[in-house]
């Protein structure tokens, strides 16, 4: 156990729809991570948050947006969706960023758009 | 952003033989280099770290090096076992604030 802890494991919607993917980091982690995974790509980076505010950002799509709220637990929104989207999103958190240390996964979200 | 290209896709091994996997690089500026293994249906964990001050570190039956010149680093895993099985990511991340990019992943297969 990571200690960081995502929910939905799995979701099953339409395209179209629209989603929400939580995260509580490991207790004291103030970075958060989302990462989506598909099998030809890999794992893609998508947004970091640090105590609150966005730090980075990567390949992520205008449909979807994320926050890292006060008590560090953070949220992706994933919204008009298509089937391309299909993916395990995970999300991780650190100490404090990437060049301090080991990124901690949570088991992931299975997302599956029909 | 920083670009991470890793292979082989797949490899595959005979139990006790020893396991390479290669990647490179593309900016100049990166200086942490993990290695991440995700065993099938379970999160990545680290597995081993490097840093751009060093050339090579080692633990156990695992070990990287860094060839910061040619901007390339590899994963040597020796004695393989049964449970080294899994898809190994590489990671690199860049000079600016742009996370930690992985590469595609490489499937480890050991025959037994």
């Known amino acids: 156990d990571s200690g960081v802890t995502q929910t939905p494991k799995h979701l099953i919607t339409a395209t179209g729809q629209r989603v929400t993917l939580r995260c509580s980091p490991r207790?004291?982690?103030?970075?958060v991570y989302w990462y989506q995974q598909s099998l030809d790509q890999g794992l893609q980076f998508l947004i970091q948050?640090?105590?609150?505010?966005?730090?980075a950002k990567g390949n992520i799509l205008e449909r979807f947006s994320a926050q890292q709220f006060p008590d560090l637990h953070s949220e992706l929104n994933l919204s008009s969706l298509e089937l391309g989207d299909s993916a395990l999103y995970f999300c991780?958190?650190?100490?404090?960023?990437?060049?301090?240390?080991?990124?901690?996964f949570g088991e992931g979200s299975r997302l599956t758009v029909l | 952003g920083e670009n991470v290209e890793q292979h082989p896709s797949t490899l595959s091994v005979q139990e006790g033989d020893s396991a390479v996997i290669k990647c490179t690089y593309s900016?100049?500026?990166?200086?942490?280099f993990p290695w991440y293994k995700q065993e099938l249906g379970k999160r990545p964990q680290l597995i081993i770290d490097?840093?751009?001050?060093?050339g090579e570190k080692k633990d156990q039956r695992i070990a990287v090096t860094l060839n910061k010149t040619a901007k390339h680093f590899s994963l040597h895993i020796t004695e393989t076992q049964p449970e080294d099985s899994a898809v190994y990511f590489c990671?690199?991340?860049?000079?600016?604030?742009?996370?930690?990019?992985f590469g595609k992943g490489t499937h480890l297969i050991i025959q037994p």
């Open positions: 991780a958190s650190s100490v404090v960023g990437i060049n301090t240390g080991e990124l901690f």
């Open positions: 990671a690199a991340i860049g000079g600016g604030a742009d996370g930690l990019t």
């Open positions: 207790s004291g982690d103030l970075s």
């Open positions: 490097i840093r751009s001050n060093v």
């Open positions: 900016d100049s500026a990166s200086n942490y």
């Open positions: 948050y640090y105590n609150g505010e966005e730090r």
